[in-house]
């Protein structure tokens, strides 16, 4: 008989806001895969609990390798708890492998729900919830940054980051930079923790805010792109906004992405536009 797997939530912030269910999981694992072994000691002292399992280190750095352990531990019949410093996991955090790996071999997965940033920050933010993703962190390098907030310029739905303190005025910056300056946003700094903080304000706003120095864990939620309806772009006005961009050194494929996605059209009707204007000036 194959054992279980038990994705749990732990607190963001307020240790008090633990599920009550944590602590029975916590006590009647086999085994405890933490994301960090230290700050389990310290949830469970908090929480009263002793853990009578195994408690082992599950993090991004062993999660390949230690991943095949525990799928042999609950194809065994154990009952595994996967916790991971705050929130749920899986969600920017360890899990998903383990998860994956559980389902192909037809093991039971559930959860213990708990608190999670993204939808705390959704909710206080006072921006529209009733659509939403979550993009996890944006990329550290800026270049890398830009491109991956190009993709997403034209999403009309509310977007969700997670992001460090020493970061977020650069990327605020280059949300300004790509979303445009007065697109709303909400930073929710150190969510259920003593000095929770939540900052609205247009996106320039908060990016000057930001380079005053920001301290504590972030989380950033950003209005979607507005509902113009389908713009109206020839095909030489297509061809110039690439040659700008182009001009200002992007390379021509990130161009042609950027372009596509602020008219509103398919990367193939740019790309035959700039393809066909070489053509004639050849």
């Known amino acids: 008989m194959t054992g ?12 008090s806001d633990a599920p009550p269910r944590l602590a029975e999981e916590l006590a009647g694992a086999d085994v405890v895969a933490a994301e960090d072994t230290r700050r389990l000691r310290r949830l469970t002292q908090a929480l009263g609990v002793t853990p ?3 408690v082992v280190s599950y993090f991004e750095g062993n999660e390949s390798a230690r991943t095949p352990e525990l799928v042999e531990e609950l194809a065994g019949g154990a009952r595994v708890l996967l916790v991971t410093d705050a929130g749920m996991p899986s969600v920017s955090d360890p899990g998903y ?16 729900p708990g608190p999670s940033a993204v939808l705390t920050a959704l909710a206080l933010s006072g921006l529209p919830v009733d659509r939403f993703c979550f993009e996890g962190f ?51 700094r150190e969510l259920t923790k003593t000095y929770e903080e939540v900052r609205r304000g247009p996106l320039a706003e908060l ?39 182009e001009e200002a050194g992007e390379r021509r494929k990130e161009a042609i992405a950027a372009v596509a996605v602020e008219a509103g059209v398919p990367k193939r009707e740019v790309f035959d536009a700039v393809v066909a204007a070489k053509r004639s000036t050849g």
Do not use: N
Not at 4 to 15: E, K, M, N, S, W
Not at 172 to 181: H, I, P, R
């Open 207 to 245: 990016a000057a805010w930001a380079a005053e120095g920001v301290r504590g864990e972030i989380t950033v939620v950003v209005e979607g792109a507005p509902d113009h309806g389908p713009e109206e772009v020839d095909a030489a006005e297509l061809v110039r906004r690439v040659r700008v961009r």
């Open 97 to 112: 492998r383990l998860v994956a790996a559980a389902v192909e071999r037809d093991i039971k997965v559930t959860a213990v």
């Open 52 to 54: 009578k399992g195994r």
């Open 4 to 15: 279980i797997l038990v994705l749990a939530g732990t607190p963001i912030g307020d240790v």
């Open 138 to 188: 944006p990329p550290r390098k800026a270049g890398e940054r830009l491109g991956r907030l190009r993709e997403v310029a034209g999403e009309r739905r509310t977007l969700v980051y997670f992001e460090s303190p020493h970061r977020l005025d650069a990327t605020l910056a280059a949300m300004a930079e790509v979303f445009g300056t007065e697109r709303r946003a909400a930073v929710c």
